[in-house]
């Protein structure tokens, strides 16, 4: 006898449900897909035990009549598909018929839903998959699925479930981001004890930000809105031959991308607070994502990455969304168009918003592994405990752990809450972009006994009436943005190294190193293009020794360094002897120089290609030609270098990533004299 047999539907269900369900976070997602799909305008949702004991959405969507109820937990049934030619243009965020059995076979359901023309509803429950009621009843149109123990009899799959907290960030931050999507929905979000969202509709996706994070977050991003016609259709057009006599060539449509991106100083350990949609499907994709790094390369450090919200649509045929069970990953029909797209409508708005990083926020900001964007679960310990222990490596190892989708680990603490005059201010150098968090304790009161209490013991505060010497100033107009660099009076320098200059919007500080970095930056790039790189002829030739390796990556970018003023000959096996420099680079420091690029092509994982080489040389010479700290510079020099950097298409970082010019706004120097 034969060994083969078909499974029955049971076994099948239970199998698509170990591919759709992963944990209670990928149930809420179907379930919000389905609302949404239903054409809801309110979506609530239930939570206990972080969804092992209960996952209830109820929406206000079209409603199912008695039939539809019942077939919907019918494998491979859907109301939106009919033909295969359908699979080409998805407009719904389902399609595969899937979820709702695979759900149905790993937990107790009870679905209530009403048509809204019907006179009553129907009520189905089911466990492990098999039916055990269908009943009438009187119920509000939509629908309401509650999800009982799940998992229930798939006790492998529960032994993977995490800590309820766990559980139910991810459904947090999921709920979160499908209420960003939708301003114009009313979304709730209830745990057993609390109310985690109540969002009411509101006019526009800022506004939703600011209702759910508050100003502070808002103001950290940059608004996104770019369009572009797409120049042709992804999908091949039949052949002459096979044309109907009234066929007409579809139209291309457009791309349209909308959302927002942190200022270069919002800066994250990981990709966690990326989050993509397409076509109002969160995604997680490569192309895209790559395509938004782009944007911020040379502007933020290559090792961090940016806080983004990104709304991306476009013609349904233009994307593959069946890729994947779970629906979280797409296939662009024209990729590269898509990447270049997002990289020049991301870099595009941080060129033209040109934001001044605060110098309150730099002290305080080092790269985080925090996810930015999701809700703080309430009052858990969790919580507070990470909040304190808030250090870089901490929590990147929590983060690893949720890398799998990255809807994840909430805690959202509020950041440089301290004023920019209280706690310990350890300013040295660069401190500003030093990779380490300077000030773990980012709730704003000085640790008792830390080194702010010893300095200045507590005084009574005196009670204050509102008297002259504590007005507001008049006429602040704070928005700014580094425009207006050229109009700034230097009044001197700290250590030689850091310009002071002011103007009525307050206190500059530049580092005067980092600025003239910027400025030959882009100076060398724009010579390197118009192939006006000027070069030095060196007195003695600078010989240098390559080890194997290097001599690999010598012969890589040798044409390029050429292009950029660098002559080098060989002598002798592995030796090169260098007769010509970039202008502006001593003898001394060539040597030095090559031996860095080198070692920096060899760390690269990647393949190289024209523009990254292009790049780094660029910032190579740069750095090494620029004004160096420590060197007095007279002010008709300070105001050059001013005015050169407002020039500059980006003068909020140096080539590397790190900020240029910090800004004391004036509101800050009067929120820290405590006048407003
Ligand atoms: P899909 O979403 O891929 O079609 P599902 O298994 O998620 O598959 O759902 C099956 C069908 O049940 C859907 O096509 C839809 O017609 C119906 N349905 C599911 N949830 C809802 C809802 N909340 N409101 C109205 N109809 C729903
Ligand atoms: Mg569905």
Redesign the pocket.
């Known amino acids: 006898m034969g060994r083969i047999h078909v499974l029955s539907e049971h076994v099948a269900n239970k199998i698509a449900a170990g591919e759709v369900v992963e944990r209670p976070a990928s149930v809420v997602k179907?379930?919000i897909?389905?609302?949404l799909?239903?054409g809801a305008t309110r979506v609530r949702i239930d939570i206990e035990a972080g969804g092992r004991k209960l996952i209830q959405v109820t929406?206000n969507?079209?409603?199912?009549v008695r039939d539809?109820a019942m077939l919907?937990f019918e494998r491979h049934?859907?109301?939106?598909l009919t033909h295969d030619d359908d699979l080409l243009s998805i407009a719904t965020l389902?399609?595969?018929?899937?979820?709702?059995?695979s759900i149905a076979a790993v937990c107790r359901l009870r679905m209530e839903?009403r048509e809204e023309s019907e006179a009553s509803g129907t009520v189905v429950e089911i466990a492990g998959g098999r039916i055990l009621t269908v009943e009438e009843a009187g119920l509000p149109a939509g629908?309401s699925?509650s999800i009982r123990d799940l998992f229930f009899n798939t006790p492998a799959r529960r032994k993977f479930l995490k800590a309820e907290s766990t559980e139910l960030s991810h459904i947090a931050s999921l709920v979160t981001h499908y209420a960003l999507a939708h301003p114009e929905m009313h979304w709730e979000l209830h745990s057993a004890t609390n109310a985690m969202l109540m969002a009411p509709p509101v006019a526009s996706h800022s506004e939703r930000i600011y209702q759910v994070f508050g100003k502070e977050t808002l103001d950290e991003l940059i608004p996104l809105a770019a369009q572009l016609p797409l120049e042709r259709v992804g999908l091949p057009e039949p052949p002459p031959w096979r044309r109907q006599p009234d066929y007409e060539a579809p139209t291309p449509g457009e791309l349209r991308l909308h959302g927002f991106t942190s200022k270069p100083e919002i800066q994250k350990l990981n990709r966690n607070s990326i989050f993509i949609f397409v076509n109002g499907r969160l995604i997680r994709d490569k192309v895209v994502m790559h395509g938004i790094l782009e944007g911020y390369r040379n502007i933020i450090p290559p090792t961090v990455y940016p806080v983004v919200l990104l709304f991306l649509e476009m013609p349904c045929t233009e994307v593959d969304v069946n890729v994947h069970p779970s629906k979280t990953e797409v296939r662009f029909r024209q990729q590269s168009f898509v990447h270049d797209f997002v990289r020049d409508a991301v870099r595009s708005a941080l060129m033209s918003a040109r934001p001044a990083p605060a110098f309150a926020n730099e002290i305080h900001s080092g790269p985080s592994a925090r996810v930015a964007l999701t809700p703080p679960l309430p009052g858990s310990a969790e919580e507070a405990f990470r909040a304190l222990a808030g250090t870089a490596q901490q929590n990147d190892s929590v983060a690893e752990e949720f890398s799998v989708f990255s809807l994840i680990p909430l805690t959202n603490v509020p950041r440089n809450e301290s004023l920019p005059f209280t706690g310990s201010m350890n300013v040295e150098g660069n401190a500003a972009a030093s990779a380490v968090r300077i000030a773990p304790q980012s709730f704003g009161a000085p640790v008792p006994g830390g080194p702010a209490a010893a300095q200045y013991p507590a005084e009574e505060a005196v009670p204050e009436t509102r008297s002259s010497c504590a007005l507001p100033l008049d006429g602040i107009d704070d928005a700014m943005d580094l425009s207006m660099l050229g109009t700034l009076k230097p009044l001197g320098q700290i250590r030689d190294s850091f310009i002071l200059a002011t103007n009525p919007q307050g206190l500059w500080i530049i580092d005067q190193h980092v600025a003239h970095e910027r400025v030959l930056f882009e100076k060398i790039l724009q010579e390197r293009g118009a192939r006006k790189v000027e070069a030095q002829r060196l007195l003695m030739p600078i010989i240098v020794e390559l080890r194997p390796a290097q001599q690999a990556i010598f012969t890589e970018i040798a044409e390029e360094l050429e292009h950029n003023g660098f002559e080098a000959e060989p002598f002798g096996i592995r030796t090169i002897a260098i007769q010509s420099a970039p202008a502006g680079i001593t003898g001394g420091e060539v040597a030095e120089m090559l031996e860095e690029l080198l070692e920096q092509f060899e760390r690269e994982e990647q393949a190289l290609n024209l523009e990254k080489i292009r790049t780094r040389i660029a910032a190579s010479i740069a750095c090494h030609a620029a004004i160096k700290v420590n060197m007095p510079l007279d002010t008709a020099k300070m105001e050059w270098l001013l005015a050169k950097l407002a020039k500059t298409k980006y003068p909020m970082s140096c080539p590397h990533g790190r900020p240029v010019v910090l800004r004391y706004s004036v509101k800050d120097i009067q929120k820290a004299f405590k006048r407003i």
Not at 61 to 64: N, S, V
């Open positions: 179907e379930l897909e389905n609302s799909d239903a929406d969507g079209c409603g199912m539809d919907a049934a859907t109301s939106k389902g399609f595969r018929g899937e979820a709702l059995p839903t629908t699925m």
